[in-house]
T-cell receptor, first 114, second 115 residues
């Protein structure tokens, strides 16, 4: 089944710097890759997603890149702000033992200091 | 538009008891998903319901079960509670099932604590 690895587990940056979070996946049939932001006491919020027919997608300060050959995808946040501090999860839609499911990485805690 | 709503917010039970968690999807969404978020383990897929049927389940024992009602709301039942069931249980919904690559939108979860 699908397995998603996420790095780093923690990331500290200064306000205004860029942050990059990387994920790798194992199921070459996976074709949908969302990213979620989870703030304390809240559920995960979808911030951007990418499908396998696209190599890059951008939404204001957030961008995601996908390399299907290498089976990895990355989240890029530019001009970070304190409100970007949260836990970020990548996910891949792939096979589990009973069908298709969204498989998540273990998360990256991003801290942006002003 | 109202988001995914879950109840209760917190639930405290003792070992061996049974817990019922509820979820109302976004209006128009037919698929409901349940995830367990235990400390340090990320989000683990539990169950997927679509059009009233269980479509897929994760690697969890049968004492985790649920159902989806005709109005697409769902409940998760956990029997014979164990200490390691303590976690945040998250519900998500999407317009269609996973085959359509539709985004899943999450509620804020139910915090289940087992004493």
């Amino acid at each position: 089944g699908e397995n998603v690895e996420q790095h780093p587990s923690t990331l500290s940056v200064q306000e205004g710097d860029s942050a990059v979070i990387k994920c790798t996946y194992s199921d070459s049939a996976s074709n949908y890759f969302p990213w979620y932001k989870q703030e304390l006491g809240k559920g995960p919020q979808l911030i951007i997603d990418i499908r396998s027919n696209v190599g890059e997608k951008k939404d204001q300060r957030i961008a995601v890149t996908l390399n299907k050959t290498a089976k990895h995808f990355s989240l890029h946040i530019t001009e970070t702000q304190p409100e970007d501090s949260a836990v970020y999860f990548c996910a891949a839609l792939g096979a589990n033992q009973a069908g298709t499911a969204l498989i998540f990485g273990k998360g990256t805690t991003l801290s942006v200091s002003s | 538009e109202a988001g995914v709503t879950q109840s209760p917010t917190h639930l405290i039970k003792t070992r061996g008891q049974q817990a019922t968690l509820r979820c109302s999807p976004i209006s128009g969404h037919t698929s409901v998903y349940w995830y367990q978020q235990a400390l340090g383990l990320g989000l683990q897929f539990l169950l997927w319901y679509d059009e009233g049927e269980e479509r897929n389940r994760g690697n969890f024992p049968p004492r985790f079960s649920g159902r989806q009602f005709p109005n697409y709301s769902s409940e998760l039942n956990v029997n014979a509670l164990e200490l390691e069931d303590s976690a945040l249980y998250l519900c998500a919904s999407s317009l269609e099932g996973v085959w359509s690559n539709q985004p899943q939108h999450f509620g804020d979860g139910t915090r289940l604590s087992i004493l």
